[in-house]
Nanobody
Framework: QLVESGGGSVQAGGSLRLSCAAS????????MAWFRQAPGKERGGVAR????????YYADSVKGRFTISQDNAKNTVYLQMSSLTPEDTAVYYC???????????????WGQGTQVTVS
């Protein structure tokens, strides 16, 4: 089970941190990621992290502004978002990837999503 939290409303230029708490079987959670879906658009990958190595990858649209990280002791993945713009408004989903590729085809499990609104 993946449970997101931390969404909300923020002004442009502001910051938010999303959290994703994972529970249940952990052996397959080798790669976790954040996706988002803006109104009228398809879901797309934002960032992913290989939970063993800590290797990260970001979509071009968020490079330098977003940071994905993890706390393995807490089975939690974070997405620190800074310099937010209205274009970042979306529902953000925590996912498990297999293989570890930031693509819809690699998503094995979705969280319920959390709304981020930037005005």
């Amino acid at each position: 089970q993946l449970v997101e939290s931390g969404g909300g409303s923020v002004q442009a230029g502001g910051s938010l941190r999303l959290s994703c708490a994972a529970s249940g079987y952990t052996y397959y959670r080798n790669c976790m990621a954040w996706f988002r879906q803006a109104p009228g658009k398809e879901r797309g990958g934002v960032a992913r992290i290989a939970t063993g190595s800590g290797n990260t990858y970001y979509a071009d649209s968020v490079k330098g502004r977003f940071t994905i990280s993890q706390d393995n002791a807490k089975n939690t993945v974070y997405l620190q978002m800074s310099s937010l713009t209205p274009e970042d408004t979306a529902v953000y989903y925590c996912v498990i990837l297999n293989p570890c590729s930031l693509s819809l085809a690699s998503v094995n499990q979705w969280g319920q999503g959390t709304q981020v609104t930037v005005s």
